[in-house]
């Protein structure tokens, strides 16, 4: 193969994952809005201006589409969130920095998260082939490590005396819940400035989190 050749790939692929990632960004919005049985490949097509086969051509159907917005929602979230959990600071404060950072991460892919939060429900895996119960698995297997992580913190949080002893399971399960719950009212604002969606996350962040503070008020 030629340098021009190899060019020319690394090109060819370069456009492949942009139209890829514009296909999982229009899906994204779309199944937040019209919500997924009612969605259709018709619908993701023309919010990217492209065809019926171009989508085809990246997936196979559009059950394989949510699955790979939902994994890209996963991914988006750890890498934002995961950094936190290594931080400095005590268990509390890890915790706290990494709910907001999961609040933020909502409120930048609301599509997303909607995608996650939704997860697959159990008539739509009824039916699936084996390569998207193989994926459906390592999607349960990315948010089972994703709670973990929390778990993690909250565990070192009990043992430093920063969090509330109690049971790390029942604790992250809830606080999980109450964090993603904004995604229920939350809707970005036309002229919304980064520093008003980092105060009110840092708000909706001290509301949830303070509740496992072991500190006195």
Known sequence: M?????????????VSDTTRQKILD???????????STTTIDDIANSVGATKGL???????????????????????RSQVEPHAH???????????????HVLQIMADLGY????????REQRSAALRPRQREQLAELNRLRAEYEE??????????????VRPLDPNLLVRTLLSSLNAVDMWFRPRAGQTEEELSELAGQVTDIVVNGVSNHAP
Request: no cysteine; glycine share 12%.
């Open 149 to 162: 992580l929390f778990r993690s913190v909250a565990k070192e949080g009990i043992e430093d005396g920063s």
């Open 87 to 101: 931080g400095s600071g005590d268990g509390f404060q890890r915790l706290l920095n990494m709910s907001t950072a």
């Open 26 to 36: 229009a899906a994204a919005d779309a199944f937040m809005l019209g919500g997924y």
């Open 113 to 120: 998260h909607q995608v996650v939060h939704e997860g697959v």
């Open 2 to 14: 030629s340098v021009d050749d190899t060019m020319s790939a690394g090109a060819k692929s370069s």
């Open 55 to 77: 989508i085809y051509y990246h997936f196979r159907s559009k059950f394989d589409i949510f699955l790979a917005v939902y994994k890209e929602g996963m991914v988006r979230t």
